[in-house]
């Protein structure tokens, strides 16, 4: 009898500690999903500023040379600072740069987020020992705190829109809204 409530004891066990995993997956996923978002959100503010400085450079550049070639020198020469300035922003900023950067880890966001929810959903309670478990654990919440301290600022309107999209229910599975 003493044996039989050992292993009803250690099975208990192996349950609290499987669901504290489970929660502790829960804040990971979470945690990606507001990142995920936010960086998106910086990465599309970004690829604006690239279009807001690109475009007006090159419409700039082609006014100007027209004006040099009509001999419109004062028009030409304003226009010549003007690219200047706008050119010197893009080389600066990395507009495109930045907005690309920005996807890249909002993808390793998402990325991390699908494979935490594959792990408790289905290998955490059905393929996993305790020890599994933890190690797994282990390894999704390494990859969060090496992907929180390599990915780039972002605005705080950035989060405040992505938390706010997924309060609406923007980043929530169909499957999911249907439970």
């Not at 408790?120 to 059905?126: F, N, T």
Request: glycine share 6%; hydrophobic share 35%.
């Amino acid at each position: 009898m003493g044996n039989a409530e050992g292993e009803g004891s250690m099975q208990s066990n192996s349950r609290n500690i499987k669901s504290s995993i489970a929660a502790e997956l829960q804040r990971i996923e979470e945690d990606c999903i507001h990142s995920g978002k936010a960086q998106f959100n910086a990465g599309e503010r970004w690829s604006r500023y690239h279009y807001w400085l690109g475009i007006p450079s090159v419409v700039f550049s082609a006014v100007a040379g027209a004006a040099f070639m009509k001999d419109y020198t004062q028009a030409a020469a304003g226009l010549s600072a003007l690219i200047t300035v706008l050119t010197a922003l893009m080389t600066f900023l990395k507009p495109s740069e930045r907005a690309s950067a920005h996807k890249s880890t909002g993808d390793q966001y998402l990325a991390l987020r699908n494979d935490a929810r594959v792990f408790r959903e289905i290998k955490l309670h059905h393929t996993c020992d305790e020890q599994s478990a933890i190690d797994g654990l282990d390894e999704f919440t390494t990859r969060r705190n090496e992907l929180n301290n390599a990915s780039q600022p972002i605005a705080r309107r950035d989060y405040e829109k992505a938390r706010d999209g997924v309060d609406k229910g923007e980043a929530t599975h169909r499957v999911d809204k249907e439970k």
